[in-house]
């Protein structure tokens, strides 16, 4: 092993997004339509990482960009199809 190499992210756990920002590993995050969303909060129960925060108001859903890894499970459970998949920028 060369010495000279720091060492990368290592998620030894599931669920520790947290404290590893897993968003830099993604190609694409989660966006909210939010004109289409109905707030019934699925995304925020299906989302593996917890990414998906309800906002103060405690209806609008908000994305963290920092820790979304890009999975898609929010957009597959959304009854309204109010979430997509967008490039990360």
Known sequence: MNK???LGG???????SLENKTG?????V???DQEK??????????CPE???NIGSDG???DVDGNYCKGCSVCAAECPV???SMRPKK
């Open 59 to 61: 209806k609008k859903v």
């Open 37 to 46: 969303c109905i707030k019934c909060h699925q995304c925020v129960l299906f």
């Open 30 to 32: 989660a966006f909210v």
């Open 24 to 28: 830099d590993w993604a190609s694409k």
């Open 50 to 52: 917890g990414c998906i």
């Open 81 to 83: 199809k109010a979430i």
């Open 10 to 16: 290592i998620v030894n756990k599931g669920g520790s």
């Open 4 to 6: 000279n190499l720091k």
